[in-house]
């Protein structure tokens, strides 16, 4: 089955600075890549996901990549803000069944 | 619309008693995943089910765990003779088809958090 790798496991960062988070994946048919953002004390919600299909994509200041043959994908945050801190999740899924795979997730505290 | 509604929110549970965890999908939805998730790690997938119908159980333990998702009502996850073990947050997310289709994603409720004494 899928194994999905995320690193690092905890990212510390002045606001203002960028964070990158990393995963990667191990199901060479994976094809959908969704992030989530989990505030203590309530469920993960989506905030990007890219296919297979496109190698970047965009949200105001929040961004993934994706690169198929080296089967990894990373979470770009540019100008972080306070409220950014959060545990992000990397997962993967394929055509056929789309229930993703998690990462274990990343622990992120932007300080003020 | 109102999102995914799970209760209670917090659940605690002596060793050998039965534990029930209710999950409301989202409007209009009629796709229910059941996730687990141990502390500091990613959420497990359990149990995909639609209307009185399970269709993915991979990842349910054989023994004491079962889910429904009656016509009318909440899903219910139910964990019978409950172990210290089972200590967790159990996450319920709904989507309006199936995933397999690609064309949609899930949505989490806020979870329950169960401990067990």
């Known amino acids: 089955g899928e194994n999905v790798e995320q690193h690092p496991s905890t990212l510390s960062v002045q606001e203002g600075d960028s964070a990158v988070i990393k995963c990667t994946y191990s199901d060479s048919a994976s094809n959908y890549f969704p992030w989530y953002k989990q505030e203590l004390g309530k469920g993960p919600q989506l905030i990007i996901d890219?296919?297979?299909?496109?190698g970047e994509k965009k949200d105001q200041r929040i961004a993934v990549t994706l690169n198929k043959t080296a089967k990894h994908f990373s979470l770009h945050i540019t100008e972080t803000q306070p409220e950014d801190s959060a545990v992000y999740f990397c997962?993967?899924?394929?055509?056929?069944?789309?229930?993703?795979?998690f990462g274990r997730g990343t622990s992120l505290i932007v300080h003020p | 619309n109102a999102g995914v509604m799970q209760n209670p929110r917090h659940l605690v549970r002596r060793r050998g008693q039965e534990a029930r965890l209710r999950c409301s999908p989202m409007k209009g939805h009629s796709h229910v995943y059941w996730y687990r998730q141990l502390p500091e790690e990613g959420l497990k997938f359990m149990v995909y089910?639609?209307?009185?119908?399970?269709?993915?159980e991979s990842g349910m333990p054989k023994e004491r765990f079962s889910a429904e998702f009656p016509k009318e009502g909440p899903s219910i996850l139910r964990i019978q003779q409950v172990v210290r073990g089972d200590s967790a947050a159990y996450f319920c997310a709904s989507s309006p088809t199936r995933l397999a289709e690609g064309r949609d994603t899930q949505y989490f409720g806020p979870g329950t958090r169960l401990t067990v004494l």
């Open positions: 890219i296919r297979s299909n496109v």
């Open positions: 997962a993967a899924s394929k055509r056929g069944s789309y229930i993703p795979t």
């Open positions: 089910l639609q209307k009185e119908n399970i269709i993915d």
